[in-house]
């Protein structure tokens, strides 16, 4: 019986179609009412043009410094925009830090150790003004720079030496990535190639071996972290993998939270699940991992590193000396295993031709004893030898896939539940900008990285600078750093985030000069 009629609740094949019908009349109601709805082109052009009023999807403007009060004060523009709102609080700054303070305050925030004490008494008898930005300068080249702020990085992206959180599978080759990443921010390579190259770097025409090396380790970003692969089920295991890819991107670059989108349009922010196949059909086109012979057991995808003639003929001179200690060390053991032998020989049975005997001594037992130790020990060096052989290097990375193709909307996310088609493609609400287009027989990794970096795309740039700030200063100047949507926190700053962003792609993408 129905509750609400009170007549016959419809049984069989036509009251499933009943149901059925129903439900999709309530969908349909329930989606005519929602504002961000795509089912006509009218109601498609208002969400995306209403999407796109959100702030952090606005072009970076180039704005004016702040009519202040105290022009004595500031020292640099980022002054203005502070003191601006410290005089509309009516609150006075405090006073600057004794010089000794500061010193250590930026010798850790830029290497990440204390200042050594020929340095704090080098820096207090130094009166010059230009005294601090030596200091800076110098930190800045230090090695220990990439190393302290690689640490916020790998963090970031979920750096580990293993693969996955279960299972304890060992990531031997994920140390590259980790180098990559300190030499980059040593160099201060730009962010914008830092960016193509870890989305792309195999497919950029780089043509210096060494520079190559880089540009294929750096798609190890794509691949390590929170990946699990031990799983029957294959297609599972790679829909897995492009939702790890998606997040990432998101995460790092675009500070929005793509999850979610796998199995339907955004519950707060502008992204639609179409958005999500879009970029899952470039991701898709990448192969990230292959079955072992192992069963169940998957691998991630490695490439060998090519090396420069200099690095070849080093690598063949380390083999060969390689080669001559593991000679040398089985030579130990045939002889210590010999001496074993010869210690270890039974008495001769009755009838049998008679062998030389050793009496079974104390003394005898000691040395067999020290014999066995000795040959576990060859054993185990051996074995280490075989581990550190030198080998051509390798690094875990992306390769095109052969047969690149469109993602699937998984309907609920579910990969045995394939739906409709949807383009390659990238997320609508934060495309001004024409989109790159996509060669034929390419995945579309590059034009992935292009979108990203196109100047016409504010997330990058704001996010990136955002964290910059955080890491000096305590607080991001948007306080939910990973998120800038709809949900997430505005900006306490609103105009100094844009003048960095600015300054960020004014001066090239260059961190050490924004931290600077």
Known sequence: MNRISGEPTPVGRKGTLARAALFALIVLALSSADPTHAGTATNKVDWLETGRQHWAFQPVRRHELPPIKNSSWPRNPIDHFILAQLEAAKIQPIKDADRHTWLRRVTFDLIGLPPQPQEISQFLQDASPQAAERVVDRLLANPAFGERWARYWLDLVGYADQLGTVNDVPAPHAWRYRDYVIRSLNADKPFDQFIREQIAGDTLPIQDPQQRQDAI???????????????????????????????????????????????????????????????????????????????????????????????????????????????????????????????????????????????????????????????????????????????????????????????RVMVRGNVHAPAQSVPRGFIRVMSRAPWPKIPSGESGRLQLAEWLVNPENPLPARVTVNRLWQRLMGEGLVRSLDYFGTRGERPTHPELLDWLAGEFLRTGWSQKRLIR
């Open 217 to 407: 380790t750096a798609t190890g970003f794509l691949l390590l972290g929170e990946i699990h692969i031990v799983t029957s089920d294959k297609d599972q295991l790679k829909a897995d993998i492009i939702d790890h890819q998606i997040q990432k991107i998101g995460l790092t670059f675009l500070g929005q939270s793509l999850g979610c989108v796998r199995c339907h349009d955004h519950k707060f922010d502008p992204i639609k699940l179409e958005d999500y196949y879009a970029l899952a059909g470039i991701l898709g086109s990448a192969e990230a991992s292959y079955v072992t012979d192992r069963g169940v057991w998957s691998s991630l995808l490695t490439t060998a590193l090519p090396e420069t003639p200099e690095q070849h003929a080093a690598r063949e001179t380390s083999w060969k000396h390689h080669q001559e200690l593991v000679t040398q060390t089985q030579a130990e053991r045939t002889s210590l295993t010999n001496q074993l032998a010869l210690l270890s020989r039974e008495p001769a049975k009755a009838g049998t031709p008679s062998a030389p005997t050793v009496t079974n001594t104390p003394d005898l037992k000691a040395r067999k004893s020290e014999l066995e130790k000795q040959i576990s020990s060859l054993d185990l060096r051996l074995l280490h030898l075989n581990y550190i052989e030198p080998k051509a290097n390798f690094a875990y990375a992306l390769r095109e896939s052969a047969k690149p193709a469109d993602g």
